[in-house]
């Protein structure tokens, strides 16, 4: 299956209903206040946020007044512009330099040890030399579950005991890595612990190994997401935003959700972008993200 009909597949329950909603208001609906109220409403039940839902629309509105649209048709089309501009950003700020260090968090159940095995597939895909680090020591069996997907890789996996020093681990994933001139080092950190201090801690600690033993590397924080969840979400950026610098967004689990729409919140509101997209359970199908795309199978 080609990227574009494996994205529109992942994006079909979101595109069903948004469009389903949209053809009916373009088809009888007029340019006036209560056609761009109803469209804020159809925004919303598709799981952009209030506060976006009424900036796209007064958006809208103001280009469409200054550029003397008429006709439903050439409304949609801007809309279509406004989405795509709103996920976009700025391509090089994008693009993984090498060597890398990419530091996974999220929650627990969000499927952040599957999405690094996907991860991992990603860049041997694109010849690229491919090290994991076991730092969640706090799950029960997390270390294992990496390990596994370390051999469907066929990568190298630096684990201690569960309940080790989650830096430890980290360091000799450095300095294995040093040794290796590894590519890319993916770190797996802990979902949850006790209590939000002791994730701070954690996580600190984490990124001061990292800055200390690895200078020249570049770095990376992504927060892994799950779709299905919504708005939900959203208070899990701001969670992990009070205890480290996150740099973008993996978005799993939009196969199997009509609340797509969250990613246009998540980039507007947070100014994060969406970096990759899961598009199924497969260990291919984890893609990076392209705003075009997601717009023309939104539409």
Aim: hydrophobic share 40%; aromatic share 8%.
């Amino acid at each position: 299956m080609g990227l574009f009909k494996k994205i529109a597949e992942a994006l079909r329950k979101t595109r069903e209903a948004f469009r389903r909603k949209l053809d009916a208001l373009f088809s009888h609906g007029e340019l006036d206040d209560e056609f761009y109220e109803e469209l804020e409403d159809i925004l919303i039940s598709s799981d952009v946020g209030v506060e976006s839902s009424m900036e796209i629309c007064e958006e809208l509105r103001e280009r469409a007044r200054k550029l003397k649209l008429r006709s439903a048709e050439e409304v949609r089309k801007l809309l279509k512009e406004i989405i795509e501009e709103s996920l976009s950003f700025d391509e090089n700020s994008l693009e993984i330099e090498y060597p890398a260090i990419i530091t996974i968090v999220g929650v627990n159940g969000v499927g952040k040890t599957t999405t690094i095995g996907k991860l991992a597939n990603y860049f041997k895909s694109l010849k690229k030399d491919v090290c994991l680090v076991a730092g969640d020591t706090f799950r029960a069996a997390a270390s294992e579950q990496l390990a596994e997907w370390g051999n469907r890789n066929k990568v190298r996996v630096i684990k201690h005991e569960e309940g080790a020093d989650s830096a430890a681990v980290v360091y000799d994933g450095i300095t294995s890595a040093k040794a290796r001139k590894t590519d890319v080092l993916i770190v797996d950190t802990a979902g949850r612990l006790h209590t939000k201090t002791n994730l701070m801690e954690e996580l600190g600690k984490i990124n001061r190994v990292i800055d200390r033993e690895y200078e020249q590397a570049h770095k990376y924080t992504f927060i892994v997401l799950d779709a299905t969840t919504g708005q939900n979400a959203l208070s899990q950026i701001e969670n992990f935003n009070e205890y480290v610098k996150l740099d973008g967004i993996i978005l799993t689990k939009l196969d199997g959700t009509a609340k797509g729409g969250v990613v246009l919140t998540i980039s507007r509101e947070y100014n994060l972008p969406v970096v990759f997209i899961g598009l199924g359970e497969g260990i291919n199908d984890l893609e990076k993200f392209d705003a075009k795309d997601f717009a023309d199978n939104m539409f």
